[in-house]
Every structure is written in structure tokens, then in C-alpha cells.
């Protein structure tokens, strides 16, 4: 049975992937591997994980500005998530998803890292904030 | 968020991709905000230059954008003097890269001057009362509080995006109700010079991104307004506050309620707490210097030779301006470095500590160069950093 999440469009465009889910904020710049998309940042709850092609869900983004660009240069290596979705979304990952054409979606109902787990297949539909765990 | 037709024509890629993707920054920012419209913008001074700060990353990004910026925008400073780099210490390949960067910008029509003191070399970027989507956190301070112009602390992508529409999202500081002061800074004592930095190093890490209304014995000149608003946005987010009888929209507000008390000893242990025994650079210019420091930083040169490497940070508009000051300097062996600071260079990083007359540089220089730092006067630092 499909499970629908709405949520609040933020960045256009429609990806699916595998789930990759974690309650810890994250910070692109210095915590994820443009080159292969590692989580690199120590004691961070994906440490070691993979985050291309995955539909990443975390709650918020966090640190340095930079990490726009860092999520950009991960899309052109083609290690970038397929899709994004947060919890309450702020600046620097949305302004990332966009110049990166990372579909994204924020504030679903019901909550997505609670209701999501890492493993699912999810489709997120930026344009409409539309979630889909198929 | 109301769009107008136009606005909704180009977020539909009627005008391109560029365009479109610079307009889904500003409305999507703005329906985070809450913004209820986009607003027409004077200027854009945009961040995200040095090659030490945005990397591969930024460059690739900057380097893909089509199309040209509808107002006049300016760059904040690059990791090096465009022109005396290798007299910085600066490697053949970071110098290429950043010279990548400022090309890039140059082809999207940004005006390559990179200073956090734009209006000093033009004052039609900001006047009272425009919108301005600008980025460096000195600037903005500047233009908010003693300009009395309004913009919000912009990232690098949404000012260029807001440069590229010409309009940024209506939200923030932008807005009269955002900019009334909610704490009062009661300042029991004299300040002058880099007392200021001291007392905005101090008031940024207790209010963190209030508005602050100061109440002063003594009333500061611009370049003291400057230190103190660079150094509350370094050590803390204030983007906008407001001194009773100087700053342009200070009688508008009633000093509120809840008060902050400093005292001489709280400026002075600021002094003692961050006064090194050994220092190999002292760096000068943050925010830039304007026409007026660099002649006092002349005068307090003359006739002295220095044993240490002294830097001078300002805009390369001031200094082609102040050639005899320029001069002064230089015959001291101090130099004049434009287009840069010690902030943003990686040219800092060789050395083993810093001594600034900037609160600002003081909060910025150990985590973004590894560099120990210590804050002394303008006079002080010259004098070598024989501050007892």
C-alpha cells in the first residue's frame, strides 16, 4: 500500500530512491564527500553511509553556508541525493537543493523521520511537497 | 507569497534557466520567511568570493550562471590581492583559482571591486531607506544601522539571485516591525577607537540576533560605528542596532526596557584576556580601512621602520585614492594589501599569531586560520604589540 505524506514544496522536480534517514542535522560541507558521497563527519549517525541516489531525510541543515556548493558539485559528480526532505528546512540546504535541482520538500504530515525508515522506497514530488513511501 | 505576473513568468522559466533558478531562491526563501512580496533592490554585495571559503564548489557553480545582474553589484573580499598575491605568500594555483572566481563574476556584470566597505567607494549603493540584498555581516550592519538602509544578511547565491532579478523577498529586516530595538546596551564608561570592537565583541555573544539600542557617555564617529557593528555581527548575528541621538533611526524607538550594563573593566578585560606574548603579523583593516584610518595608520608610521610583517587591509578604490598616505606607510616596511583580508586568506594561516585593532578579526581569525589572535589599539599593534 502506498503511504502519502504532504508537505510543503521547496525545491522543484520529482526523484525516488532508497530512504536514508537520520534525526542528526546535517552540514554538506566537511561532512559529506562531494567525490563519492560518503557521510565522512565523525559520530554523525550516517558516518560511513552513502547518500547518493537516496532519498535523504534529516531534520534540518546546519554549519556553513558553503554547503550550498558543496551539495551542487555532488550533483555534478553524480554522487547527490535523488531527493531531499527535512523536517524545517533552512537556508543553506534549500538554496544547495535548488542551484543543484534536488527536488525537496519540508514540514510533512505526518512526519517523515518518524514515519519514514531507512530502507524504504520513496518518491518525493518537489513541486506539488507531495511524498509517496511506494 | 504575491508574485506579480512578470515575477510569475520568469519562476515559470519564461526568461530562462538562470533566471528561473534565481527566482525559485528568492521565493523560496521567502515563504520560509513568511515574506509577503518581493521588493526592488538598489544594490547586492555578494559573498561566497575568496577561493578559501567556497572551494571547487562555489567556483563550479558561479562558473555554470548565464545572464547579467539587473543592479549594480559588488564583490566582498577575495583570498588575495589580485595584483601583489605572491608578495602574500600566495601559491600559482590558488592564485589561478580565485582569478577563475572573479572572472566568473565579472562575465554575470558584477563589478569586481571585493571590500566589506562598499560604501565607501561608492555611496549610490545604499542610501536611507533602500533595499539592498548585501552579504558580508560588516556591511550589512553598516548599511542597516548607520546608513540606515535595510537588507537582511543575505547568503552568497540568494544575493546574486536577488542581483540577477533586481528584487529580493520582503522579509526581515526589511520590514519596520523587524527593526525595533528589544534590548538596551547601557555603556557606563568612556569608549573610543577599538574600544568599540572590544564592546562589540562583548554585546554580539550576549544578544546574539536582537536588535540592540546603545546608550553611550561618548558619541562615536562612523569608523568607531563600523568596528563596533563588524565585531557584535562576528561574535554574534546582529545585523541591525541602533545608538540613542547618533544612528538615523534611533529617536524612532524608546529604549526598551530590558538593559545590558557594561563597565570599563568588563572593555578592558577584553584587552587582557586577548593580549598575546608573541606575535608575528599585525593585520590591520577589518572592517577595510577607510581614507581617514590609513592617514592615521600613516601618521602613526612616520619615521618608524617595523620588524614585523604588518598588513593593511583596504579597497582598492581607497587606496588608488590616498597615494601619499599609501606611501607613508609602505617606507615603514608595513604594507597596504587590497582586494583581501586576513580573514578570508589563507596567506594568514603560516603565521603563529595575529595582533588586530579589530574585534571582528579577533573572533574570526582563530577558527577560520588556525591562528591565535590578540586585540590591542590601533597605536598599540603598531607599536609592535608591546602592549603592557
Redesign the interface.
Known amino acids: 500500500m502506498i503511504r502519502t505524506l504532504r508537505g510543503r514544496p521547496i525545491s522543484s522536480g520529482c526523484g525516488q530512491g532508497e530512504a536514508l534517514v537520520t534525526k542528526d542535522p546535517i552540514s554538506f560541507l566537511g561532512s559529506v564527500d562531494p567525490a563519492t558521497g560518503m557521510v565522512v563527519e565523525q559520530e554523525h549517525e550516517l558516518e560511513g553511509k552513502c547518500v547518493s541516489n537516496k532519498v535523504l531525510v534529516f531534520p534540518t541543515g546546519k554549519g556553513s553556508t558553503v554547503s550550498s556548493y558543496v551539495m551542487y558539485q555532488l550533483k555534478k559528480n553524480g554522487t547527490a541525493p535523488a531527493a531531499v526532505i527535512n523536517r524545517s528546512a533552512e537556508p543553506i540546504v534549500v538554496v544547495g537543493a535548488i542551484i543543484s535541482d534536488i527536488p525537496m520538500v519540508d514540514s510533512t504530515e505526518p512526519d517523515a523521520i518518524t514515519t519514514i525508515k531507512t530502507g524504504d522506497m520513496v518518491r518525493v514530488d518537489g513541486t506539488r511537497g507531495v511524498v509517496q513511501i511506494l | 507569497m504575491h508574485l506579480t505576473r512578470e515575477e510569475e513568468a520568469i519562476l515559470n522559466g519564461e526568461s530562462g534557466p538562470t533566471l528561473q ?1 534565481a527566482m ?2 528568492i521565493t ?2 521567502g ?2 520567511y513568511k515574506a509577503d512580496s518581493l521588493v526592488p533592490i538598489k544594490s547586492a554585495q555578494i ?2 568570493v575568496s577561493y578559501k ?6 567556483l ?2 558561479i562558473s555554470d550562471l548565464e545572464g547579467k545582474v539587473v543592479v549594480p553589484s559588488i564583490l566582498n573580499p577575495a583570498g588575495m590581492d589580485l595584483e601583489r598575491w605572491r608578495e602574500m605568500g600566495i601559491d600559482e594555483e590558488f592564485a589561478a583559482r580565485q582569478t577563475r572566481i572573479i572572472e566568473a563574476y565579472r562575465q554575470l556584470g558584477v563589478r569586481c571591486e571585493c571590500t566589506c566597505t562598499p560604501y565607501y567607494i561608492d555611496p549610490a549603493l545604499a542610501s536611507y531607506g533602500d533595499h539592498l540584498a548585501w552579504s558580508e555581516s560588516s556591511a550589512v550592519s553598516y548599511a542597516n544601522s548607520v546608513i540606515g538602509a535595510r537588507t537582511n544578511r543575505e ?4 544575493a546574486l539571485a536577488a542581483a540577477l532579478i533586481g528584487k529580493t523577498a520582503n522579509y526581515g529586516y526589511h520590514l519596520d516591525e523587524k527593526r525595533v530595538p528589544v534590548i538596551t546596551v547601557h555603556v557606563d564608561c568612556h569608549v573610543s577607537g577599538a574600544d568599540f570592537g572590544a564592546l562589540g565583541y562583548l554585546i554580539g555573544a550576549q544578544v546574539g540576533a536582537d536588535v540592540p539600542m546603545f546608550r553611550l557617555r561618548s558619541r562615536p564617529n562612523d569608523l568607531e560605528l563600523k568596528a563596533l557593528g563588524a565585531a557584535m555581527a562576528a561574535s554574534g548575528a546582529v545585523a541591525l542596532y541602533h545608538v540613542e541621538g547618533v544612528t538615523p533611526e534611533s529617536d524612532s524607538y524608546q529604549a526598551p526596557a530590558e538593559t545590558i550594563t557594561i563597565e570599563r573593566s568588563q572593555i578592558d578585560e577584553v584587552f587582557e584576556k586577548n593580549c598575546p606574548e608573541e606575535v608575528d603579523l599585525i593585520a590591520l583593516g577589518c572592517p577595510h580601512y577607510s581614507a581617514e584610518e590609513l592617514e592615521a595608520a600613516a601618521n602613526l608610521l612616520e619615521g618608524v621602520t617595523m620588524n614585523k610583517e604588518v598588513w593593511i587591509c583596504t579597497s582598492r578604490q581607497v587606496r588608488d585614492k590616498n597615494p601619499d598616505a599609501v606611501h607613508r606607510i609602505e617606507a615603514s616596511g608595513a604594507r597596504v594589501f587590497v582586494d583581501t583580508c586576513m580573514v578570508v586568506s589563507p596567506a594568514t594561516e603560516r603565521f603563529g599569531c595575529v595582533l588586530t585593532d579589530s574585534g571582528k578579526a579577533l573572533k574570526y581569525i582563530p577558527g577560520m586560520c588556525g591562528v591565535g589572535a590578540g586585540l590591542a589599539s590601533t597605536r598599540d599593534c603598531l607599536k609592535g604589540g608591546d602592549i603592557d
Open positions: 533558478k525559485e531562491i523560496a526563501l515563504d520560509i559573498a561566497g571559503t567556497i572551494g571547487d564548489a562555489g563550479e557553480w547568503g552568497g547565491p540568494s
